[in-house]
């Protein structure tokens, strides 16, 4: 068997903290699942977002050493058009959290904007800008 991307991890200062950005932007974590020091979520077409606390990863790994900031990891969420990634963008800022590109008209064709979640992990926001002349 060939290996295959399965899932996506991260690790989490505060686990209701955390899930709480990204139920903002849509993903339906149930509410119980901050308590919890793993959690598991589905996305279309099977692939998973998993999140854990810092205190589980050193459970298994003493030596874990928790980094934060812009540039370990980045998601990116398409948006259904550009007007939905402003309003996403400023929804996100608007309830506390940090914008790290406001959103602009990227040279590729999107419109393009970056957030970080309460761990500093970059969350992409991006929809086409329809068809560029070719």
Not at 53 to 78: C, E, K, M, N, W
Not at 125 to 132: C, K, M, N, T, V
Request: contains cysteine; charged residues 20%; glycine residues 10%.
């Amino acid at each position: 068997m060939t290996p295959r991307l399965d899932a996506l991890g991260m690790v989490v200062a505060d686990m209701a903290r955390s899930l709480a950005f990204y139920r903002r932007l849509g993903l339906e974590i149930p509410a119980e699942a901050d308590a919890e020091p793993h959690v598991e979520f589905e996305l279309p077409g099977g692939l998973r977002l998993l999140w854990d606390t810092i205190a589980t990863v050193q459970s298994f790994d003493p030596t874990y050493s928790h980094v934060t900031g812009p540039g370990r990891t980045s998601l990116a969420f398409r948006c259904a058009d550009p007007a939905e990634v402003d309003a996403t963008y400023a929804a996100l800022i608007e309830a506390g959290y940090d914008g790290h590109l406001k959103p602009w008209d990227a040279f590729w064709g999107q419109r393009y904007a970056a957030v970080l979640d309460p761990d500093g992990n970059g969350v992409d926001l991006f929809a086409s800008l329809g068809e560029q002349p070719g």
